[in-house]
């Protein structure tokens, strides 16, 4: 299993769009995939599940918001099984392809409350590491993902909310990866150094305390992924191409796959349940991009 966290700090770059593609067209290409929505705005949740479905039948009590719940309430061990459900939308499409499945465990517009609680376990906002709860409370997710229910998955992909509170560093904490989407200009690449440096603060800390190695982490930067790229007839346009080379001065490796701006692909993102890269009549050259783009990150996971 490979754990990968999609996250930037700056909102709006395309994270969930990258998240829900990529999770389906692996799936579509016979992996089997689990994609769990870390961010309150739970815009993956509604990538595939509707709305009202979400109201009336796992506000309550099936989503993300309630198994932490029980995380701060237990001893920090918490299963994560009866959270998990199979959208029937895309994987009607995706078995007509083979045996893949791409399943989720949804989001919920209330996890914003468990970031203040979980800040509160942990005796304030500054997260103290001499608290008994940092280490169970930082595993959460990595320990739920170890339990023999989620073996079956190939990739895990976890969309996180553009910040770095405690719902995130579980993600973080959880996961072998991180990519980062990003539109290739100014402030978004800002934002690139900056999250590199928390998440080697984030692994530095934990692994202070993590003083059992089985326990320590090490996640790396799988690259950043360009999107809402926009083409001359001859590549990006110029204005582009200085931000697309930022990641080279800094040392963070890229994908070269870019996926480019396209609204008429992507306003109606998730209307339908079925991202752009299986939807029948999206355009050919905007899938293409999603499709090298997932071929690129399987050779990037499995060299
Ligand atoms: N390549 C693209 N071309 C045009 N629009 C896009 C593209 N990718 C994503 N979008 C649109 O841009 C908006 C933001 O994308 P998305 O929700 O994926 O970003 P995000 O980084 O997850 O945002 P947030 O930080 O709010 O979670 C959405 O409306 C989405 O449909
Ligand atoms: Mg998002």
Redesign the pocket.
């Known amino acids: 299993m490979t754990v990968v966290s999609v996250i930037?700090y700056?909102?709006?770059?395309?994270?969930?769009?990258?998240?829900?593609n990529l999770g389906a067209e692996l799936a579509h290409r016979g992996y089997r995939v689990l994609l769990i929505d870390l961010?309150p705005?739970a815009?993956l949740t509604f990538s595939f599940l509707d709305p009202t479905m979400w109201e009336r039948e796992l506000a309550d009590d099936r989503t993300i918001l309630q198994w932490f719940g029980n995380v701060l309430d237990g001893d920090g061990a918490a299963s994560l099984d009866r959270y998990v459900l199979t959208p029937s939308t895309v994987n009607e499409v995706i078995t007509q392809n083979g045996d893949g499945r791409l399943d989720l465990v949804p989001s919920h517009l209330m996890l914003t409350d468990a970031d203040l609680d979980f800040a509160a376990n942990l005796g304030g906002s500054r997260f103290q590491h001499g608290s008994p709860r940092y280490l169970p409370l930082h595993r959460a997710l990595a320990d739920a993902l170890a339990a023999p229910a989620f073996s079956e998955y190939q990739v895990v992909l976890i969309?996180c909310?553009?910040n770095f509170t405690m719902v995130t560093r579980t993600g973080i904490v959880a996961s072998d990866h991180i990519l980062i989407?990003a539109r290739p200009d100014y402030l978004s690449t800002l934002g690139i150094d900056y999250l590199r440096k928390k998440v080697s603060e984030l692994v530095t800390d934990y692994n202070k305390v993590a003083t059992d190695g089985a326990d320590q982490i090490s996640p790396q930067i799988l690259g950043i992924v360009f999107?809402?790229?926009q083409y001359t007839g001859h590549g990006p346009l110029l204005a582009l191409r200085n931000f697309i080379g930022h990641p080279a001065t800094i040392e963070i490796p890229r994908f070269q796959q870019m996926?480019?701006?396209?609204?008429t692909?992507?306003?109606g993102?998730?209307e339908q349940g079925l991202p752009a890269v299986l939807m029948p009549d999206a355009n050919p050259n905007?899938q293409y991009e999603l499709q090298q783009l997932a071929s690129e990150f399987l050779a990037k996971i499995r060299p």
């Open positions: 930037n700056k909102g709006g770059v395309g994270k969930t769009t990258i998240t829900a961010d705005q815009s969309d909310p553009p989407p999107t809402m790229v996926i480019r701006d396209s609204k692909v992507f306003a993102a998730g905007v």
